[in-house]
């Protein structure tokens, strides 16, 4: 009788788990307990784990959760979360060895823009620096995005979301001062070829205070709360990033719905031929976010809907540049030289 009470028992444990959160389930908080009385005292990770500072209670979680998620697909059941998190196989050191290998990817593609930028416009475009700083930023971004998946932390996490906070809040920036003039400009006499400096427009200095101001009120508001607030987080990243998209649509419309001039220089009318491809940029971004809203389990404990999302983004990153640089070497921008 000793082999059908296990099971009963076992059944259970796992019947409590699947009621709640796998980390919370008393089947995982026991295998921790015991993992930690039995091991910790001789606990030596290897190099890697200790630089990527794994303890012995952290590596007793890991082991808990995989050999809990072993039963689970070896009995047909399905796998559970922890922490909020898939269970994943990691390597050298990272959790999530696939959305590290794929945010680094994306750092991959901005240190290529950065590049083309560089490269490509001329240093008296008034959009170069913004292009510039912007590619920086999203670096930035990618780089906390790669620690974050590699060890999740209280510190690391809000780096990660703070960093990407930044980047969508500095496309908005840009954006606004593109397709709205608020760069500044020289304009030349045609007749005399002589030149005059145009100062920023008053809008510059609102648009750019009230975008420090929106960023230090988010930073400092997740920072602190009590408790990290996940859905407003969520839902400020989703408002800034809808914003962009909008007036990124905004331009590529038909030259009869045009709603302001895409350049300052030339009539409202006037569509350049590549206009198409900010949408296309942008209906792909959507296509891509939406990823975040299939998650299903990592197949293999490797793959799941966000890091595929971090491999979506990737060559989108280069369509971005692509289209930035198009429209900087448009005729609209002659007379439009810092």
């Keep these: 009788m000793r082999h059908p009470l296990r099971l009963i028992s076992l059944a259970a444990l796992l019947a409590c788990a699947y009621a709640s959160a796998g980390d919370r389930s008393s089947q995982f908080q026991r295998c921790v307990a015991k993992c930690e009385s039995t091991t910790c005292d001789t606990f030596n990770p290897p190099p ?20 809990i998620s072993d039963f689970s697909v070896e009995s047909g059941l399905p796998l559970q979360q922890y922490y909020g998190k898939w269970p994943f196989w990691r390597f050298a050191g990272a959790q999530e060895p696939a959305s590290v290998v794929f945010s680094l990817l994306n750092l991959l593609f901005h240190v290529w823009g950065r590049g083309e930028v560089q490269e490509a416009m001329s240093n008296d475009h008034p959009m170069k ?77 609102v648009w750019t205070a009230a975008c420090t101001f929106v960023y230090v009120a988010h930073v400092s508001y997740l920072s602190l709360a009590l408790r990290f607030d996940y859905t407003y987080n ?20 038909p030259a009869s719905l045009s709603l302001f001039r895409r350049f300052a220089t030339q009539p409202k009318s006037y569509r350049p031929f590549y206009a198409n491809e900010a949408a296309k940029a942008v209906i792909l971004t959507t296509a891509a ?28 990153v280069v369509l971005w540049y692509d289209f930035l640089l198009m429209d900087a070497q448009d005729k609209g921008w002659k007379e439009h030289r810092v």
């Design 234 to 253: 969520i839902i400020f990243g989703l408002v800034l990033g809808m914003t962009h998209n909008v007036l990124w649509l905004a331009y590529a419309l």
């Design 48 to 67: 890697l784990m200790r630089l990527t500072r794994w303890t012995c209670t952290d590596n007793c979680k890991y082991t808990c959760m995989h050999a």
């Design 129 to 205: 620096r913004y292009y510039l700083t912007w590619s920086v930023i999203s670096i930035n971004a990618w780089i906390w995005s790669a620690v974050f998946h590699t060890r999740d932390t209280p510190i690391t996490e809000k780096l990660d979301y703070f960093s990407a906070a930044l980047a969508i809040m500095y496309s908005l920036y840009f954006s606004v001062i593109r397709l709205f003039h608020l760069y500044p400009v020289r304009k030349r006499n045609p007749l005399s070829g002589a030149s005059r400096s145009v100062d920023k427009p008053f809008l510059f200095y």
């Design 289 to 316: 976010t939406c990823l975040e809203l299939f998650d299903f389990p990592p197949w293999k404990r490797i793959i799941d809907a966000h890091s595929l999302w971090h491999l979506a983004t990737a060559p989108l």
